[in-house]
């Protein structure tokens, strides 16, 4: 049994592991409960058991869905393109699409988390037909987000521009001590240290480390900074907006609230934005799992 494998067993064990064909290439989702479908994606350097303090609760309610994104877990690792277009926003919301579609759901609830939450956001914008409701957490988009960075910003995020730089260079040094880079962003964005289950920061590390993951999350950033942002910068052109009743939740102890208007910022990109502050830092389904979980199932029901 492989740690992913006993994880889930341990921390998830109401869901069935499944595998999803998607363009010849097998994405793992887990699945429980009933109802209406809610598609949860999770952050980085995690996979799908981010929600695992949330997400048994939820399948009272719903289908509840947790796939592993692009690069992360079991998910797909996509080789990696000059352009950096493999690990796009944009490509993982059209991978997600299509795992929701094989199970069978043309339209869904959504929810994420860090890069989840990228993912579910470019969803909503390119597939409006799809998203019924969005829920993003403790994000800033790419173009807003680069567009701001100031001294202050970057000492806070700083991996925002180092992982974006040419490769090999931060995939090198980041393999001189995986662990240690993988810990420093899981525990360096709050001002409370975060209570992770062993179980699951194990997971998080054995899927992190691995040198195709590390290429993975510095794709994932380059293409944010390259790509990402040109694709916020058209929508903005074509007046393209969240049409979907959309929450916005954040940390009352972590970073992005020190840098950033919540309320401006996603006033300007979405057409029915409510917002909710957590009392967490940056990892918030496992910080504030109990406030997370309520403000979710009262903006989904």
């Given at each position: 049994?492989t740690?992913f ?10 869901f ?12 793992l989702?887990l ?6 479908p809610?598609l ?7 996979t799908h ?13 719903f289908?509840?869905?947790l ?7 079991e998910?797909n690792i996509?080789?990696p393109t ?7 926003k944009?490509a993982m ?11 069978g ?8 988390h860090?890069?989840g939450a990228?993912t ?19 994000i800033?988009?790419?173009?807003n987000?680069?567009d701001?960075?100031d001294?202050?910003?970057a000492q806070?995020?700083f991996?925002?521009n180092?992982?974006?730089q040419?490769?090999?260079?931060p995939?090198k ?11 420093t962003m899981?525990l360096?964005?709050?001002e409370?240290?975060v209570d ?10 054995a899927?992190?480390r ?8 510095c794709e994932c950033?380059r293409?944010?900074f390259?790509?990402?942002?040109d694709h916020d910068?058209?929508d ?6 969240i049409?979907?009743p959309?929450l916005?939740?954040w940390?009352?102890?972590g ?7 919540m309320?401006?910022?996603w006033s ?7 917002f909710?502050?957590?009392p ?10 109990i ?8 903006f989904?029901?």
């Amino acid at each position: 049994m492989t740690i992913f494998e006993e994880a889930d067993r341990a921390l998830l064990p109401a869901f069935k592991r499944v595998f999803v064909e998607v363009d010849g290439v097998a994405i793992l989702a887990l699945i429980a409960g009933q109802g209406e479908p809610l598609l949860m994606l999770h952050g980085d350097p995690q996979t799908h058991l981010c929600w695992h303090r949330i997400a048994p609760s939820l399948a009272l309610d719903f289908t509840v869905v947790l796939p592993d994104l692009r690069g992360r877990g079991e998910g797909n690792i996509a080789e990696p393109t000059e352009d950096h277009r493999n690990y796009t926003k944009r490509a993982m919301a059209q991978e997600q699409l299509q795992v929701m579609r094989g199970l069978g759901f043309e339209s869904f609830y959504l929810v994420g988390h860090d890069r989840g939450a990228r993912t579910a956001r470019r969803m909503a914008l390119d597939h409006p037909g799809a998203v019924r409701k969005l829920a993003v957490l403790d994000i800033i988009p790419e173009l807003n987000f680069y567009d701001r960075l100031d001294a202050e910003l970057a000492q806070d995020y700083f991996y925002f521009n180092f992982l974006t730089q040419p490769a090999p260079v931060p995939e090198k040094m980041i393999a001189g001590a995986p662990e240690t880079f993988m810990r420093t962003m899981m525990l360096g964005l709050s001002e409370d240290v975060v209570d992770y289950d062993p179980l699951a920061m194990a997971a998080y590390l054995a899927s992190s480390r691995r040198p195709d993951a590390i290429v993975a999350m510095c794709e994932c950033f380059r293409a944010g900074f390259h790509v990402d942002r040109d694709h916020d910068r058209q929508d903005i052109k074509a007046g393209r907006r969240i049409s979907c009743p959309t929450l916005v939740g954040w940390g009352e102890k972590g970073v992005i609230k020190k840098h950033f208007d919540m309320r401006d910022v996603w006033s300007s990109w979405c057409d029915d934005a409510r917002f909710v502050p957590l009392p967490s830092g940056h990892f918030i389904p496992e910080e504030a799992p109990i406030e997370t979980l309520a403000a979710i199932r009262a903006f989904l029901k």
